[in-house]
């Protein structure tokens, strides 16, 4: 019990970084499309305009968009086959824990003949807050002629704010994760 005990604060720590890194994606598209005719793409502006993020972080989403799509095959065009658009949305999440053990629970507490030490008394206690940012990002492919939505993908994750490496790596990752689904296996 003791070595389980000892090694749980370690297991939650994991747990918790591996769900922070990992990015949720989801697609959905027209299956009447012929996604092998799609060879040209160019950006949407007015649909990218409406997206409500800081136009550093746009210029990043782009220019990861723009790097797979041409690692697919694809060519950046002015008269294109597919129009490409963005937008986001974040939520902020509130995690309470309570960490109180109360009276009579196992803990730092209560003297006993040996003094202070390990044993039944008040345990230790208090709440832990965590606020975190999990934002959506959806990635829409527009067939040009028919101006109609072909492709969606979604990727739903933790946001990092304060270290601009870790941001850009970050906006990679869930553009590239996203992107994995396109095109779809018909």
Same mark, same amino acid.
């Given at each position: 019990?003791?070595?389980?005990? $000892? @090694?749980?604060?370690?297991? !939650? ?21 012929? @996604?092998?005719?799609? &060879?040209?793409?160019? @950006? %949407? &502006?007015?649909? *990218?305009? &409406?997206?409500?993020?800081?136009? *550093?972080?746009?210029?990043? *989403?782009?220019?990861? *968009? /723009?790097?797979?799509?041409?690692? $697919? ?28 053990? +109360? ?5 730092? +507490? ?27 990002? @959806?990635?829409? %492919?527009?067939?040009?002629? =028919?101006? /109609? !939505?072909?492709?969606?993908?979604? +990727?739903? +994750?933790? !946001? ?12 990679? /990752?869930?553009?590239? =994760?996203?992107?994995?689904? %396109?095109?779809?296996?018909?």
């Amino acid at each position: 019990m003791k070595k389980l005990l $000892k @090694f749980t604060p370690l297991f !939650l720590l994991v747990i918790g970084l591996s769900s922070c890194s990992s990015v949720r994606v989801a697609s959905d598209y027209d299956r009447e499309a012929n @996604f092998d005719t799609y &060879k040209t793409f160019a @950006f %949407f &502006k007015p649909g *990218i305009d &409406k997206a409500e993020i800081n136009d *550093i972080d746009k210029r990043r *989403i782009l220019r990861a *968009i /723009e790097a797979e799509l041409m690692a $697919k095959g694809m060519t950046k065009s002015e008269n294109p086959d597919m129009l490409v658009s963005i937008f986001t949305k974040s939520n902020q999440r509130v995690d309470i824990y309570n960490n109180s053990w +109360g009276a009579g629970a196992w803990g730092w +507490g209560g003297f006993n003949r040996w003094g202070w030490g390990w044993g039944p008394g008040m345990g230790w206690g208090g709440n832990n807050v965590s606020t975190t940012t999990e934002g959506m990002l @959806f990635i829409d %492919f527009i067939d040009a002629n =028919k101006k /109609e !939505l072909v492709w969606q993908g979604s +990727g739903t +994750g933790y !946001l990092v704010t304060r270290n601009v490496d870790k941001k850009e790596a970050r906006i990679k /990752e869930f553009v590239s =994760k996203t992107m994995e689904q %396109f095109p779809p296996a018909q």
